[in-house]
């Protein structure tokens, strides 16, 4: 990532912040269609595999809201340190890990979106 100047940093942990709530809902979405897709189902196998995404939207929902308290701590000891230089370089080395994690966390929502789309296409 190229160097971001501190300055920068707010509205990029902003506009993490906005899509990390978009993956929250969509997370939610994938949920209810899961619920109308299993309801009143005993096909074990079709319950098995909805388990396995039911325990992977659980651990997704979790991760995102781990992320999201990270970054707002992150806004905090921005505005705190803003006068410290060490303490700002530091800041910006979680900047970046937040940024990647931010990205893969795009990523897996995606995939877990493209797998369920199949899902839901061989049981619909």
Avoid at 64 to 84: F, G, S, V, Y
Avoid at 112 to 124: C, D, H, M, N, P
Wanted: aromatic share 8%.
């Amino acid at each position: 990532m190229e160097q971001i100047n501190i300055k920068h940093t707010t509205p990029l942990h902003q506009e993490w912040l906005r899509r990390l709530d978009f993956y929250h809902f969509e997370l939610f979405l994938i949920q209810e269609q899961l619920d109308e897709v299993t309801e009143g189902s005993a096909d074990k196998d079709l319950l098995k595999r909805a388990e396995h995404f039911k325990a992977v939207l659980i651990a997704r929902k979790n991760h995102i809201d781990k992320l999201r308290n990270r970054i707002r701590e992150n806004l905090n000891r921005l505005a705190a340190d803003a006068a410290d230089e060490d303490s700002v370089d530091k800041t910006l080395k979680i900047f970046e890990v937040l940024n990647q994690e931010c990205l893969a966390q795009q990523q897996s929502v995606n995939e877990l979106r493209s797998e369920f789309e199949q899902f839901t296409t061989e049981w619909a």
